[in-house]
């Protein structure tokens, strides 16, 4: 496999945000100061689950520099928020669900006074049973967390009879495999600045969606839509943690009770504690095949716990049961799933959004298999694999794609397969490599609400606006737009000026999630182009009298292209003078027509080969090499391609071998950055190649899919057969325990 | 506008810092470069009322060498920062052990600011095994005078004193020796330890001398002195390695955590000293 990066660094762009990022000179919506502004604080549980008997306020508001202290009776609106059903309350006044549930919050002019008054209000508890398990949850004799109990929701998908054909199986393998709390790890935590206005009030707070927030807002507010301005971007760091309202609905209710602007910014502790993390999942899956290496028969049980409140849960494992049997023919499937209650916390979107625990177990079954029928594991997967025009995982019509076919067969170049099993200097290391592949679902599925669109104009200075509802979450959305839009008008960067993340001035596009930000930006101008160059090739002609045929747009303004001849007939600027020209658009992210619910239509696929070393003094497990074949389309910006994937695969290898936010009896084990770790550079490995395949199946329109996701899904089973080339011992649990390791060679 | 509600005391020598500590009613702290009491900030633990810096004090901010009954000696002010030591040509050239252990503490930025009195004097320090392994002497303060003790038995001691610096003897040359320092983390850098574990293996006159020393997480480190008793006299031939290994996973008693049980360290213990073994047994036939 050759060397990607090499060819990049010819081709691409300058991400637009990039040396202001890197030298720190950016100023983040947290980084934001305004005179007068009030500091607010949020106080929340002490208990995972309690029912509240008295809060009581005075001696905080008494507290000399505080300027407002705020409970559910400060809630003007609907005391309730959740991006499907605002199931979690803003403040809670009977009953606390989980230590971030929030009870109380103040703004005081400093931050430190804002912290003391936190302690002064006096809350009287009951502590209530725990349920820290999502088997717990399910036993109907547990207190029901929620008026509908504890079940958050159910999914299923059935084709075949499973029953019937295990029998007929050669060889069927039933495990269980459990995935853990893994936290989004933003650089830049939750918070913003909220300063009431006028006619109502300014939110410059991150988030994946600002006009769902302006929404959600609007209704804890009880203030119309049109009143709140929701800027959004840029964020440091997002991966699904910001989509979700966090401190939006304090500040907002602060700044308008004390008529001041209020800045809230969560410490790393108070993130840990009210932030949202990826849903923990045990799942239990028996698969037969026959000795030939066809699977036959697979059976899922999928038990996620969501913690206190739904927010994207049931989203997340519709996903997770969609993508069970991933890029295989399986003729008989049988997968439930399970979205459990518990007082942990609160479990939703997550870069990956379940694809990472299902494609654990599913590529875990087929290396399992492959072992016990002594076939090749990349040979196992080719024999199983669906056909380009075949149906999706779940039955559902989907774009026709080859892409699995293709990137495992890439994948199969790979030269650190064929690397020295032996470790080169020490006898207590082993050396292993194993694949795993992929596919993975892009854009929110049917029967979501999932609109999209931009907008571009041609403003009053002369400069082409190109204008986007999205966020920049870091993942290079200004890089994005910037590279398709010069290439679809023609304009260069100094003529274009991009808007994004501000509701007053950017059109609806629907969310920076779900892998859909660079898709939809491909789609809307492929429907802005026409008419927007059209009408700028219309006017120019009618003031140069060129014919409209001719001319072109380009750099500084409208050309003359006739023959060889090239000349610059108008600028923008002179064009603007005379008119202003704008073209919107609105549509729906392309869905499958099935009614499936978040059934997809596009995908991704990514085959993964890596190389580990596992040290059997410690029980250490070492990434040394990864090589990724990915298939999502062309490649918009090569840079900011290999940064997702890159970006994505460290995340990924954080989650195998060492990220887990612990708790016990519903409280967090891991506070910060020094119990919760994350992958540092010593822990990346030095070589890492990415083989983008940009082939679509033929007269497939739907251009470039995102890759935000795409990177992060097959890396851990990928390691964990590695791990069991490396020592005969197949991992169940992430992240790795290295005393598992350990133990497994004492069992040898 | 943030507010510090904590004040800030400058010591000129020791004697004025323990008295500004005696004065004071409130909660207090030595501080130098704070690293380790962030982290316990930031844990929860309650900030102090006053802060008593000791960065002023220049006495115990210097690295030198002594002849002392004809054996040089290397004194390390507790004061000097863990990169100043890392790299400081006493500590590279005559106790390479010390500088391998303070190149595994924390990450850059934390051992610039970071001392070596503060890693030793937070008792689970990354470097003290190291220290332990060379014998290392301590002076300190105890509010009424300056005593030198080994730093083993400084330690075990309960009352407060205040640490001033690191004594350590060169070591006498004997043949076939290995050292070693070896820090098992959670991650590869930038991590607490979970186990370290330090040693020296040579042969003396009257057979195999052993020193090791182990600690890790919250584990005070202490030298296993039952096992080099094991090991030393010993014909290096005759040596029962099971046997050694087996008194080190017995007297070694690491403090578990959320994310390592004792038996997992006590393993990761006996396993890395096997390891020195075998690399020593190999490099001196």
Redesign the interface.
Known sequence: MGNYTSSILKTSRIRPDGIEKVTGKLSYLTDLQIQGMLYGKVLRSQYPHAKILNISVEKAEQLPGVKAVITSKDVPGLNGFGLIFPDQPVFCDSVVRYVGDAIAAVAAI???IAEKALHLIEVDYEPLPVIDDPEKALDPSSIPLHPNGNLLHQASYVNGNVHESFPHCDVVVEETYQLPRQMHAYMETEGGLFIPEEDGLSVYAGTQHGYKDRFQLSRILDLPETEIRVVSSPMGGSFGGKDELNIQPYGALLALKTGCPVKIHQSR?ESVCAGIKKHPMKITVKTGATKEGKLLAHQVRILADTGAYATLGPAVLDFAVEHAVGPYVIPNVETHGFCLFTNNGVAGEFRGFGGNQITFALEGQIDRLADQLGICPLEMRKRNLRKPTDCGPVGQEIAPTNGDELVLKEIAHSPLLKTEKAHKQDS?KKVGTGVALTMHGGGLGFGRLDPAGGKIALNQDGKIQIMFGFEEVGQGLLAVIETLTTKAIGCSTADLEIVIGDTDKAPHSGSSTASRGTSMVWHSLERLKGPFIEKLVTQASAISDYPKEQLVLGENGVWLCENSEEKLVVTYKQLAEEKTVSVETQFDFPTTPNAIPGGHFLYSFAAVAVKVEVN?????V?VIDIDQAVAAGPVVNPIGYLGQIEGGTIMALGYTL?EEA?M?EGRY????F??Y?I?????IPASMHVRAIEDLWEGDSYGPRGVGEIGTIALAPAIARAIYEATGHWVTKLPVS??EI?QSRERI | MRTLETKVWSAKDIYEAWEIKASVKDSSVFIMGGTFLQTKWENGVQYPDHLIHLGEIKEYKQIYSLQEHQVKTIHIGAFVSLAECHKHPLIQNDCSLLADSIGTIAAPAVRNLGTIGGNIANRIGDSIPALLVLDAEVLYFDGNEIKRDSLENWLKQKEDSLLLEIIITEQKASVQSHQFANKVGRREAFTASVVTIAGRFSIEENGVSLILAAGGGETIPRRLRRTENLVNHQDIETIPLQQITGELIKEYNPIADAFFAEDYRRKVAANLFMVEWEKWREKHG
């Open positions: 400093t931050p430190e502790r207590w059997l003094v410690t029980g250490h070492k060492l612990q016990e084990v891991t506070n910060n020094d119990s770790l992958p540092g550079i010593q822990d290295r005393d350990l």
